[in-house]
């Protein structure tokens, strides 16, 4: 539901040249991970995606966007990439991390529900904004030993 709409069945050169913009945004700008999965004979396929890109002028917040494909949500895919960006984007001095996803998204509220991060909602005509503190985080909750 990213944009607001369903992209089913992808073309996969579109997917490859997405995951490789990301893969090589490296700046202090923002980063982004995919996660990967073995499909019987076909190589990997990426299944989900999280990216944080800084906003400015102040540079101490960052917008985020997930996305998990359909057959594989409630498996920890969209938990786990949440965690790798709550670390990295603290780590990049980013104090908070903002999104916007459509009410009807059952998916990122069930994931949300579960947040080690406290989360601010603000709904508006469907649309829920979020913005999640940083600075109010218990770490060890998120440091890989505990994952």
């Avoid at 997405?18 to 923002?30: F, T, Y």
């Avoid at 102040?58 to 790798?84: H, N, S, W």
Wanted: aromatic content about 6%; hydrophobic content about 45%; charged content about 25%.
């Amino acid at each position: 539901m990213r944009f607001h709409q369903s992209l089913d069945d992808p073309d996969p050169a579109v997917v490859q040249a997405e995951a490789r913009e990301i893969a090589e945004n490296a700046s202090l700008q923002g980063r982004g991970w995919l996660a990967f999965v073995h499909m019987g004979r076909q190589p990997k396929v990426a299944v989900g995606g999280v990216r944080w890109v800084r906003l400015q002028p102040d540079g101490l917040r960052a917008e985020i966007a997930l996305t998990v494909r359909d057959d594989f949500q409630e498996q920890g895919i969209g938990q786990e990439l949440l965690r790798l960006t709550a670390l990295d984007a603290r780590a990049a001095g980013i104090k908070k991390l903002i999104a916007v996803y459509q009410g009807a998204n059952q998916a990122v509220n069930q994931l949300l529900s579960h947040s080690p991060v406290p989360v601010q909602r603000v709904i508006h005509a469907g649309e829920i904004f979020i913005e999640a503190d940083l600075t109010d985080v218990d770490w060890e909750v998120l440091l890989p030993e505990a994952a």
